[in-house]
């Protein structure tokens, strides 16, 4: 009986316990210091484009289906998604007010929005290496925070965000690296040409209603009469069928290193294109696509072991893409690295084209360019390397010139707020600082990778960006149909040819002006870069060489402002800017060097 009693007694003590342990648990909120958010988020597949009619990014109306728990790298590779929407959900607990709480970005590919409890917090247009966005007014304490992101797969690079971190600073300055001047040297010569190059990109399927060598034969006078110095080509090889993107394929999907594509034209035909840009002084470069092949590619049956396996044996396309219509190359043969060594060498000594645009270069590993860049110097050959990346080691490997979506990014970002058009001169000041001496950054307002600048910026911020282009240091490039306004995108994977009347004269003169300035000027070609006075709206930099200076200006505002200082003359305007008692009266949309 006592027995039972104390039975008794111990089983209410034990509930009582457990009661108070159960009211007394906290649920487990989630620190904000330093959050990888990358992994594990709900995902739609909504390919007919409903998701914003039906607001998914209100997180109650976010159904997860199809897949769950994915990390949001991953999805890159779903090459059926055209939108992809992804929820995550987090418990935060208190804020700290005296903080800021910043979501980091990387790597972030196509079109991607990012909404925080039904808020729009981030826009993304393209491609970004990194971002970092204040998110501390959006969020909300105590409760679950919703992030939701819609990726649109409209690249051939695929669509997604690398990583996504939360942490918390006092400033985003503190969490940018702060610029320094580096040490870091070429281990190469660069060609004597490159301070004045003007590049221009263009695509052979749309140069012309047939799309041949023959069709970009006749339009060299009009590059040359433009102020094109150089010619970038895309891929002109024999494009893969097996697995092919569109109806005519990707150029990027290389079927035979060695030889031309049939609709492009012969290797003859080549040669008498090429001699022609040779005779009216334009240089030209191929786009070499070292990374990776098409599936129908010869060196996959007869060279099994230059490509990448998966741990069932089978060859497989790049890793994080979308790239189903290509083969990923294995760099750690040796055999094979020889093949594309041997690549490099043919066309530049055989069909004696001036240098190449790589392809994805810092997914081909640093080691193999600087092996090509001794390779060329023991041939006694100077090639022109152009790296599709944006990082320094790109130029510590042999390449002269890396991309610079810095200054792109910052187009796009002051086009939406004018007021941070002192991004600019930043933008440029930090690129020499962190590269080596003596290296080119290559500026662009569009390429193939991106949206028409004159659509993505309005006609008067594509001038304004082409001005400072052309203006800065570095290597100016204009896609090809930049010149005329051309607002519809060429596309990769089926036919469209480039509308050659000029539709909007204001920008083929003003690009035809820059040309001419720029290569007849040591101080735009060679000079140094130093910060003008900060003005609301106007963005600028000076340039300097022998003691001379000029400065430039641009105005992002949609009405007229005064620079303040004491000009002697105007070096070039829009031609309604002049001179005042009190400065430069710089209007609408208005751009001036003056001295």
Not at 482 to 505: Q, Y
Request: proline residues 4%.
């Amino acid at each position: 009986m006592k027995i039972s009693i104390l039975f008794k007694i111990t089983l209410i003590n034990l509930a009582l316990f457990l009661f108070i342990a159960c009211s007394n648990d906290e649920p487990e909120y989630i620190s904000l210091k330093n959050l990888d958010m990358t992994n594990n988020w709900h995902t739609i597949i909504d390919n007919k484009a409903e998701g914003l009619s039906n607001e998914l990014y209100v997180s109650k109306n976010f159904i997860p289906e199809f897949r769950e728990n994915l990390s949001s790298s991953k999805t890159w590779a779903t090459s059926i998604d055209i939108y992809r929407w992804q929820k995550k959900e987090i418990l935060v607990g208190n804020i700290d007010t005296t903080d800021n709480y910043f979501i980091i970005l990387d790597s972030i590919q196509g079109n991607n929005l990012l909404w925080l409890n039904g808020k729009l917090v981030d826009k993304t247009i393209a491609f970004e290496p990194k971002k970092i966005v204040n998110i501390t007014k959006f969020l909300k304490p105590n409760t679950k925070n919703f992030f939701i992101t819609r990726n649109e797969n409209n690249l051939k690079n695929g669509a997604g965000i690398n990583s996504i971190w939360i942490t918390k600073a006092k400033s985003k300055a503190k969490l940018l690296p702060k610029p320094k001047d580096v040490k870091l040297t070429l281990n190469h010569i660069s060609p004597s040409y490159h301070d004045s190059l003007i590049i221009y990109e263009t695509f052979i399927r749309s140069i012309s209603p047939n799309g041949t060598f023959d069709g970009m034969y006749y339009k060299i006078p009009y590059l040359k009469q433009l102020g094109i110095n150089m010619v970038w080509l895309m891929p002109i090889h024999p494009i893969g069928r097996v697995n092919r993107k569109g109806k005519l394929g990707s150029p990027y999907s290389v079927r035979d290193y060695f030889a031309t594509d049939n609709n492009y034209g012969t290797k003859e035909q080549f040669n008498v294109m090429n001699n022609r840009m040779k005779q009216n002084n334009i240089k030209l470069i191929i786009d070499a696509v070292v990374n990776h092949t098409a599936w129908d590619n010869s060196l996959i049956n007869k060279h099994s072991e230059f490509y990448t396996h998966n741990d069932s044996g089978e060859i497989i396309s790049p890793l994080k893409t979308d790239w189903y219509d290509v083969a990923d190359l294995n760099y750690e043969n040796k055999e094979l690295r020889k093949y594309i060594t041997s690549y490099f060498n043919y066309w530049l000594i055989d069909m004696k084209v001036d240098g190449f645009r790589c392809d994805v270069s810092e997914m081909v590993p640093m080691d193999f360019w600087n092996d090509l860049r001794k390779n060329f110097k023991s041939n006694n050959i100077r090639p022109f390397m152009l790296a599709e990346g944006t990082k320094a080691e790109n130029l510590t490997n042999g390449f002269d010139a890396i991309y610079s979506w810095d200054l792109y990014n910052a187009f796009q970002n002051i086009h939406k707020n004018p007021a941070k058009s002192p991004e600019i001169y930043k933008v440029l000041k930090t690129e020499l600082q962190k590269n080596p001496k003596k290296s080119e950054i290559m500026h662009f307002a569009e390429n193939h990778d991106t949206p028409r600048a004159a659509k993505s910026l309005g006609n008067d911020d594509h001038n304004l960006a082409l001005f400072f282009i052309f203006t800065a240091p570095g290597i100016p490039m204009i896609y090809c149909g930049e010149e005329l306004g051309n607002t519809k995108r060429l596309s990769l994977f089926d036919k469209t040819t480039i509308k050659w009347k000029v539709k909007d004269r204001k920008t083929y003169n003003l690009v035809k002006d820059l040309t001419s300035l720029r290569i007849s000027s040591e101080k735009l070609m060679k000079g140094n870069i130093d910060k003008i006075n900060d003005v609301d709206f106007i963005a600028g930099f000076s340039r300097t060489y022998n003691d001379s200076t000029w400065n430039i200006i641009g105005n992002y505002d949609s009405i007229s402002h005064l620079y303040k200082c004491s000009p002697d003359s105007i070096i070039y305007s829009d031609k309604n800017s002049k001179i005042t008692v009190d400065g430069i009266l710089l209007s609408a949309k208005g751009y001036c060097i003056f001295k």
